[in-house]
């Protein structure tokens, strides 16, 4: 990834062509193939010489998707828990559990299944 008057020399023999291509022809790709945008527009800032807040600092917009603890119910009818949530709560695949609806609090329970030897999961 091109940084400092290089970045800047490079995106401007390419400024005839569409973001995306300069982006990558500035080494802004992930592993992925995927363009990295946020990175790459970054880089352009800070190669004009303007100062940014370290994207380490620990702000909100720094740390990614957070979990909102909300839900909804999709339009097939289904209600999806996240893997945050499921991570959060130690929940481990093939994990499988009994759901109780307490229809008075609104509250939905899950509840784990005993496996065959008598134990809990």
């Known amino acids: 990834m091109l940084v400092g008057k290089e970045l800047l020399d490079k995106a401007r023999s390419l400024s005839n062509r569409p973001e995306d291509e300069i982006a990558r022809g500035c080494g802004y ?3 992925s193939g995927r363009v990295l945008r946020k990175s790459f527009y970054r880089a352009l800032v800070e190669a004009k010489g303007y100062k940014l807040p ?3 600092g620990g702000s ?3 740390r990614g998707r957070q979990a909102e603890f909300r839900t909804r119910v999709h339009g097939n009818g289904n209600l999806l828990i996240g893997h945050a949530y499921t991570r959060r709560l130690g929940l481990e695949p093939g994990q499988e559990f009994r759901i109780e609806i307490h229809r008075e609090s609104g509250a939905i329970w899950l509840l784990p299944l005993e496996n065959e030897g008598g134990k809990k999961q």
Do not use: D, K, N, Q
């Open 29 to 31: 790709v992930g592993p």
């Open 54 to 56: 370290s994207s380490s």
């Open 60 to 62: 909100a917009a720094s």
